[in-house]
Protein backbone atom coordinates (compact mmCIF):
# COMPACT_ATOMS: atom_id res chain seq x y z
CA UNK A 1 0.00 0.00 0.00
CA UNK A 2 2.89 2.57 0.81
CA UNK A 3 4.69 1.46 -2.34
CA UNK A 4 1.76 2.12 -4.35
CA UNK A 5 0.82 5.60 -2.41
CA UNK A 6 4.46 6.59 -2.75
CA UNK A 7 4.31 5.56 -6.91
CA UNK A 8 1.28 7.33 -7.00
CA UNK A 9 2.63 10.44 -5.35
CA UNK A 10 5.65 10.50 -7.99
CA UNK A 11 3.43 9.87 -11.46
CA UNK A 12 1.15 13.11 -10.02
CA UNK A 13 4.40 15.32 -9.76
CA UNK A 14 5.80 14.07 -12.33
CA UNK A 15 2.45 15.52 -14.40
CA UNK A 16 2.87 18.86 -12.36
CA UNK A 17 6.28 19.15 -13.93
CA UNK A 18 5.34 18.54 -17.18
CA UNK A 19 2.24 20.48 -17.17
CA UNK A 20 4.29 23.63 -15.64
CA UNK A 21 7.27 22.88 -18.31
CA UNK A 22 4.77 22.33 -21.04
CA UNK A 23 3.35 26.19 -20.25
CA UNK A 24 6.61 27.73 -20.67
CA UNK A 25 6.42 28.21 -24.77
CA UNK A 26 3.02 29.30 -24.24
CA UNK A 27 4.43 31.99 -22.42
CA UNK A 28 7.28 33.03 -23.71
CA UNK A 29 6.04 32.97 -27.43
CA UNK A 30 4.08 36.54 -26.75
CA UNK A 31 6.83 37.74 -25.50
CA UNK A 32 9.57 36.58 -28.17
CA UNK A 33 7.18 37.77 -30.69
CA UNK A 34 7.02 41.48 -28.61
CA UNK A 35 10.62 42.09 -29.50
CA UNK A 36 12.51 40.09 -26.69
CA UNK A 37 15.75 37.75 -28.30
CA UNK A 38 14.96 34.13 -27.38
CA UNK A 39 18.24 33.64 -25.27
CA UNK A 40 17.14 36.82 -22.93
CA UNK A 41 13.95 34.84 -22.66
CA UNK A 42 15.80 31.94 -21.49
CA UNK A 43 18.34 34.57 -18.98
CA UNK A 44 15.17 35.91 -17.54
CA UNK A 45 13.53 32.58 -16.67
CA UNK A 46 16.51 30.91 -15.44
CA UNK A 47 17.74 34.37 -13.39
CA UNK A 48 14.14 35.16 -12.03
CA UNK A 49 14.30 31.46 -10.46
CA UNK A 50 17.54 31.44 -9.43
CA UNK A 51 16.71 35.31 -7.11
CA UNK A 52 13.02 33.04 -6.25
CA UNK A 53 15.15 30.16 -4.67
CA UNK A 54 18.02 32.43 -3.35
CA UNK A 55 16.95 32.12 0.37
CA UNK A 56 16.70 27.58 0.05
CA UNK A 57 20.34 27.95 -1.78
CA UNK A 58 21.64 29.83 1.54
CA UNK A 59 19.43 27.40 3.41
CA UNK A 60 21.56 24.65 1.93
CA UNK A 61 25.09 26.59 1.51
CA UNK A 62 26.56 23.33 3.31
CA UNK A 63 25.57 21.62 -0.06
CA UNK A 64 28.86 23.64 -1.94
CA UNK A 65 31.14 21.72 0.47
CA UNK A 66 29.78 18.42 0.65
CA UNK A 67 28.84 18.55 -2.99
CA UNK A 68 30.32 20.40 -5.29
CA UNK A 69 30.41 18.01 -8.57
CA UNK A 70 26.62 17.52 -8.46
CA UNK A 71 25.58 21.17 -8.12
CA UNK A 72 27.88 22.23 -11.04
CA UNK A 73 26.75 18.75 -12.82
CA UNK A 74 23.25 19.58 -12.52
CA UNK A 75 23.80 23.47 -13.32
CA UNK A 76 25.82 23.19 -16.39
CA UNK A 77 23.56 20.42 -17.70
CA UNK A 78 20.22 20.32 -16.22
CA UNK A 79 19.64 24.12 -16.78
CA UNK A 80 22.72 25.98 -18.79
CA UNK A 81 22.98 23.08 -21.28
CA UNK A 82 19.42 22.47 -21.98
CA UNK A 83 18.59 25.45 -23.02
CA UNK A 84 21.46 27.00 -24.51
CA UNK A 85 21.21 23.33 -26.66
CA UNK A 86 18.15 23.53 -27.68
CA UNK A 87 18.03 26.91 -28.91
CA UNK A 88 21.07 26.78 -30.79
CA UNK A 89 19.11 24.11 -32.69
CA UNK A 90 16.26 26.36 -33.16
CA UNK A 91 18.36 28.31 -35.42
CA UNK A 92 19.49 25.98 -38.04
CA UNK A 93 16.53 23.25 -37.74
CA UNK A 94 12.88 23.04 -37.52
CA UNK A 95 11.33 23.06 -34.13
CA UNK A 96 9.78 19.86 -34.52
CA UNK A 97 12.92 18.67 -35.31
CA UNK A 98 14.72 19.68 -32.52
CA UNK A 99 11.96 18.94 -30.22
CA UNK A 100 11.95 15.43 -30.77
CA UNK A 101 15.61 14.51 -31.02
CA UNK A 102 15.71 16.65 -27.61
CA UNK A 103 13.25 14.15 -25.95
CA UNK A 104 15.01 11.12 -27.44
CA UNK A 105 16.34 11.47 -23.74
CA UNK A 106 13.89 9.09 -22.23
CA UNK A 107 15.86 6.22 -24.75
CA UNK A 108 18.92 7.59 -23.89
CA UNK A 109 18.40 7.00 -19.91
CA UNK A 110 17.30 3.26 -20.82
CA UNK A 111 20.91 3.29 -21.96
CA UNK A 112 22.19 4.65 -19.01
CA UNK A 113 20.59 3.08 -16.39
CA UNK A 114 21.25 -0.52 -18.13
CA UNK A 115 24.71 -0.12 -19.30
CA UNK A 116 26.98 2.31 -17.29
CA UNK A 117 24.78 2.06 -13.57
CA UNK A 118 24.20 -1.52 -14.72
CA UNK A 119 21.03 -1.95 -13.46
CA UNK A 120 17.99 -3.92 -15.22
CA UNK A 121 14.91 -2.03 -16.69
CA UNK A 122 11.55 -3.32 -17.06
CA UNK A 123 10.18 -4.05 -20.62
CA UNK A 124 7.42 -1.88 -19.92
CA UNK A 125 9.70 1.32 -19.77
CA UNK A 126 11.00 0.06 -23.10
CA UNK A 127 8.30 -0.39 -24.65
CA UNK A 128 6.39 2.94 -23.14
CA UNK A 129 9.53 5.09 -24.50
CA UNK A 130 9.12 3.35 -27.87
CA UNK A 131 5.24 4.59 -27.83
CA UNK A 132 6.22 7.92 -26.24
CA UNK A 133 8.84 9.10 -29.25
CA UNK A 134 6.62 7.47 -32.00
CA UNK A 135 3.61 10.13 -30.71
CA UNK A 136 5.80 12.46 -29.78
CA UNK A 137 7.24 12.56 -33.55
CA UNK A 138 3.14 13.28 -34.43
CA UNK A 139 2.77 15.69 -31.81
CA UNK A 140 5.47 17.59 -33.67
CA UNK A 141 4.39 17.06 -36.77
CA UNK A 142 8.38 16.01 -37.91
CA UNK A 143 7.14 15.36 -41.51
CA UNK A 144 5.91 19.34 -41.85
CA UNK A 145 10.42 20.37 -42.09
CA UNK A 146 12.94 17.94 -42.40
CA UNK A 147 16.17 19.92 -41.95
CA UNK A 148 19.45 17.95 -42.34
CA UNK A 149 21.74 20.82 -41.35
CA UNK A 150 24.37 18.84 -39.12
CA UNK A 151 25.20 21.45 -36.23
CA UNK A 152 21.90 22.01 -35.91
CA UNK A 153 21.03 18.06 -35.24
CA UNK A 154 24.18 17.99 -33.15
CA UNK A 155 23.05 20.57 -30.92
CA UNK A 156 19.66 19.34 -30.56
CA UNK A 157 21.43 16.15 -29.72
CA UNK A 158 23.30 18.31 -27.03
CA UNK A 159 20.04 19.09 -25.72
CA UNK A 160 19.00 15.42 -25.31
CA UNK A 161 22.03 14.59 -23.79
CA UNK A 162 21.84 17.66 -21.51
CA UNK A 163 17.96 16.62 -20.49
CA UNK A 164 19.51 12.87 -19.47
CA UNK A 165 21.77 14.65 -17.44
CA UNK A 166 18.76 15.78 -15.62
CA UNK A 167 17.06 12.67 -14.73
CA UNK A 168 20.56 11.33 -13.95
CA UNK A 169 21.80 13.85 -11.49
CA UNK A 170 18.06 14.19 -10.27
CA UNK A 171 18.26 10.82 -8.38
CA UNK A 172 21.73 10.58 -7.69
CA UNK A 173 22.47 9.38 -4.53
CA UNK A 174 18.72 9.61 -3.45
CA UNK A 175 19.13 6.57 -1.69
CA UNK A 176 22.45 7.64 0.20
CA UNK A 177 22.25 8.47 3.93
CA UNK A 178 23.99 11.62 2.83
CA UNK A 179 21.73 12.39 0.17
CA UNK A 180 21.54 16.11 -1.21
CA UNK A 181 18.60 17.83 -0.33
CA UNK A 182 16.69 18.31 -4.07
CA UNK A 183 15.84 21.84 -3.17
CA UNK A 184 19.09 22.81 -2.53
CA UNK A 185 20.18 20.92 -5.59
CA UNK A 186 17.71 22.82 -7.54
CA UNK A 187 18.89 26.06 -6.14
CA UNK A 188 22.31 25.61 -6.76
CA UNK A 189 21.84 24.21 -10.41
CA UNK A 190 19.69 27.29 -11.21
CA UNK A 191 22.55 30.10 -9.03
CA UNK A 192 25.08 28.21 -11.59
CA UNK A 193 23.12 28.12 -14.90
CA UNK A 194 22.15 31.69 -14.45
CA UNK A 195 25.87 32.24 -14.39
CA UNK A 196 26.91 30.66 -17.32
CA UNK A 197 23.89 31.80 -19.22
CA UNK A 198 24.79 35.37 -18.39
CA UNK A 199 28.04 35.08 -20.04
CA UNK A 200 26.05 33.62 -23.20
CA UNK A 201 22.90 35.21 -23.95
CA UNK A 202 24.64 38.94 -22.54
CA UNK A 203 21.60 40.48 -20.84
CA UNK A 204 23.34 43.58 -20.76
CA UNK A 205 22.30 44.73 -24.39
CA UNK A 206 18.79 43.83 -23.56
CA UNK A 207 15.59 46.25 -24.11
CA UNK A 208 14.35 46.39 -20.46
CA UNK A 209 11.38 48.24 -21.50
CA UNK A 210 9.42 45.66 -23.41
CA UNK A 211 9.04 44.18 -19.74
CA UNK A 212 6.79 47.18 -19.24
CA UNK A 213 4.50 46.82 -21.82
CA UNK A 214 1.42 44.09 -22.93
CA UNK A 215 2.11 41.49 -25.13
CA UNK A 216 -0.49 39.38 -27.45
CA UNK A 217 -1.02 36.11 -26.89
CA UNK A 218 -4.08 34.82 -29.43
CA UNK A 219 -5.65 37.80 -29.24
CA UNK A 220 -5.31 38.98 -25.88
CA UNK A 221 -3.13 41.76 -24.29
CA UNK A 222 -1.07 40.48 -21.46
CA UNK A 223 1.11 42.23 -19.61
CA UNK A 224 4.65 40.87 -20.35
CA UNK A 225 5.60 41.22 -16.44
CA UNK A 226 2.57 38.80 -16.05
CA UNK A 227 4.11 36.29 -18.19
CA UNK A 228 7.21 36.53 -17.56
CA UNK A 229 6.20 35.76 -13.71
CA UNK A 230 4.46 32.96 -14.96
CA UNK A 231 7.94 31.40 -16.41
CA UNK A 232 9.64 32.12 -13.89
CA UNK A 233 7.51 30.70 -10.87
CA UNK A 234 5.30 27.89 -12.43
CA UNK A 235 7.98 27.04 -15.53
CA UNK A 236 11.03 26.81 -13.87
CA UNK A 237 10.72 27.15 -10.03
CA UNK A 238 7.52 24.64 -9.86
CA UNK A 239 8.53 22.50 -12.81
CA UNK A 240 12.09 21.92 -11.34
CA UNK A 241 11.31 21.01 -7.73
CA UNK A 242 8.41 18.89 -8.90
CA UNK A 243 10.40 16.92 -11.41
CA UNK A 244 13.66 16.24 -9.49
CA UNK A 245 10.80 15.09 -6.46
CA UNK A 246 9.56 12.92 -8.66
CA UNK A 247 12.27 10.99 -10.44
CA UNK A 248 13.22 10.52 -6.83
CA UNK A 249 10.23 8.67 -5.70
CA UNK A 250 9.95 6.98 -9.65
CA UNK A 251 12.90 6.11 -11.31
CA UNK A 252 14.75 8.50 -14.25
CA UNK A 253 13.97 6.25 -16.91
CA UNK A 254 10.15 6.29 -15.65
CA UNK A 255 10.08 10.07 -15.32
CA UNK A 256 11.32 10.20 -18.46
CA UNK A 257 8.99 8.74 -20.70
CA UNK A 258 6.23 10.35 -18.39
CA UNK A 259 8.06 13.82 -19.06
CA UNK A 260 7.26 13.43 -23.00
CA UNK A 261 4.34 14.99 -21.98
CA UNK A 262 5.42 17.90 -21.61
CA UNK A 263 5.17 18.37 -25.50
CA UNK A 264 1.55 17.24 -25.51
CA UNK A 265 0.89 19.52 -23.21
CA UNK A 266 2.59 22.78 -25.06
CA UNK A 267 0.55 21.90 -27.81
CA UNK A 268 -2.81 21.32 -26.15
CA UNK A 269 -2.01 24.73 -24.63
CA UNK A 270 -0.74 26.14 -27.51
CA UNK A 271 -4.35 25.26 -29.35
CA UNK A 272 -6.47 26.96 -26.43
CA UNK A 273 -4.42 30.26 -25.62
CA UNK A 274 -2.29 30.80 -28.92
CA UNK A 275 -5.12 30.00 -31.26
CA UNK A 276 -2.79 27.32 -33.04
CA UNK A 277 -5.28 24.80 -33.75
CA UNK A 278 -4.22 20.84 -33.40
CA UNK A 279 -3.94 18.53 -36.49
CA UNK A 280 -5.95 15.41 -36.78
CA UNK A 281 -2.30 13.19 -36.73
CA UNK A 282 -1.27 15.94 -33.42
CA UNK A 283 -4.18 14.35 -31.76
CA UNK A 284 -3.35 10.76 -32.66
CA UNK A 285 0.06 11.47 -31.42
CA UNK A 286 -1.09 12.96 -28.25
CA UNK A 287 -3.12 9.84 -27.40
CA UNK A 288 -0.15 7.71 -27.69
CA UNK A 289 2.73 9.33 -25.81
CA UNK A 290 -0.56 9.24 -22.95
CA UNK A 291 -0.62 5.39 -23.62
CA UNK A 292 3.54 4.91 -23.71
CA UNK A 293 3.50 7.03 -20.56
CA UNK A 294 0.87 5.25 -18.98
CA UNK A 295 2.48 1.86 -19.85
CA UNK A 296 5.78 2.82 -18.29
CA UNK A 297 5.11 4.18 -15.11
CA UNK A 298 2.51 1.08 -14.64
CA UNK A 299 5.53 -1.35 -13.87
CA UNK A 300 8.04 -0.65 -10.91
CA UNK A 301 12.03 -1.28 -11.68
CA UNK A 302 12.55 -4.93 -11.27
CA UNK A 303 15.58 -6.29 -8.54
CA UNK A 304 18.02 -8.03 -9.99
CA UNK A 305 18.03 -12.12 -8.88
CA UNK A 306 21.52 -11.99 -9.23
CA UNK A 307 24.95 -10.81 -10.13
CA UNK A 308 24.87 -7.39 -12.64
CA UNK A 309 23.55 -9.33 -15.94
CA UNK A 310 26.00 -10.06 -18.74
CA UNK A 311 29.29 -9.48 -16.73
CA UNK A 312 31.81 -6.37 -17.23
CA UNK A 313 31.02 -4.34 -20.47
CA UNK A 314 34.42 -3.37 -22.61
CA UNK A 315 35.00 0.52 -21.39
CA UNK A 316 33.05 0.77 -18.57
CA UNK A 317 32.85 0.32 -15.04
CA UNK A 318 34.01 -2.96 -13.79
CA UNK A 319 31.05 -5.09 -12.45
CA UNK A 320 31.59 -7.25 -9.51
CA UNK A 321 30.57 -10.93 -9.64
CA UNK A 322 29.91 -13.79 -7.42
CA UNK A 323 27.23 -14.19 -5.61
CA UNK A 324 28.33 -11.69 -2.92
CA UNK A 325 28.01 -9.03 -5.22
CA UNK A 326 25.12 -10.25 -6.57
CA UNK A 327 23.42 -10.07 -3.31
CA UNK A 328 24.73 -6.60 -2.14
CA UNK A 329 23.32 -5.29 -5.18
CA UNK A 330 19.60 -6.76 -4.78
CA UNK A 331 20.04 -5.13 -1.32
CA UNK A 332 20.72 -2.17 -2.71
CA UNK A 333 18.01 -2.31 -4.75
CA UNK A 334 15.74 -2.58 -2.62
CA UNK A 335 16.70 0.02 -0.56
CA UNK A 336 16.60 2.09 -3.44
CA UNK A 337 13.60 1.13 -4.24
CA UNK A 338 12.03 1.58 -0.45
CA UNK A 339 13.63 5.10 -0.47
CA UNK A 340 11.76 6.25 -3.68
CA UNK A 341 8.63 4.74 -2.59
CA UNK A 342 8.54 5.88 1.02
CA UNK A 343 5.02 8.51 1.62
Known amino acids: MQ ?12 LASAFAFGGSGVAAKPLIEAGLDPLHVVWLR ?36 VQAFYFASLSRIPVGVALLIEYLAPALVLGWVRFVQRRPV ?8 VLAV ?34 VLSDEGSADEDAADPLGVIA ?36 AALLLGWIVLIATVVAYVTGVVSVRRLSPQVAGVVACLEAVIATVLAWVLLREHLSAPQIIGGAVVLIGAFIAQSSAPKAPSGPVAGGPVAGGPVAAGGAAAGADLQHAERELSAKRTAP
Open 188 to 223: YGLLIGAAVLTVVARPWGMDWSLLATDADMGGTDVP
Open 3 to 14: ASQGRSAGLGLA
Open 122 to 129: TRAAAAGV
Open 46 to 81: VAGAALVMLPVAWRHRDLLRRKPALLAGFGLLAVAG
Open 134 to 167: GGLACVVEVWAGLSFDALGLLFALGAACCQVGYF
